[in-house]
């Protein structure tokens, strides 16, 4: 079985160096390489799309009280 990218659990994010971290929320996951258990029982479909979502790569300094 491979990644169940639609998940809600699933969460994908990238590193300013370029590496990419999988994860599962609920800690579902086997770790290497990282591949969603056949019928998972903690599966569940996301409930809101994340197409057209775009993150900034240069996000700039934050603004003053947040970090």
Avoid at 18 to 44: M, Q, S, W
Wanted: proline share 13%.
């Amino acid at each position: 079985m491979g990644v169940k990218p639609d998940c809600r659990h699933y969460v994908m994010q990238s590193t300013a160096q370029g590496d990419r971290i999988e994860r599962c929320k609920v800690g579902a996951n086997d770790p290497l390489p990282f591949t969603c258990p056949e019928d998972c029982l903690f599966y569940e479909p996301r409930r809101v799309s994340s197409a057209g979502w775009q993150v900034p790569k240069d996000q700039g300094p934050a603004p003053p009280g947040r970090r």
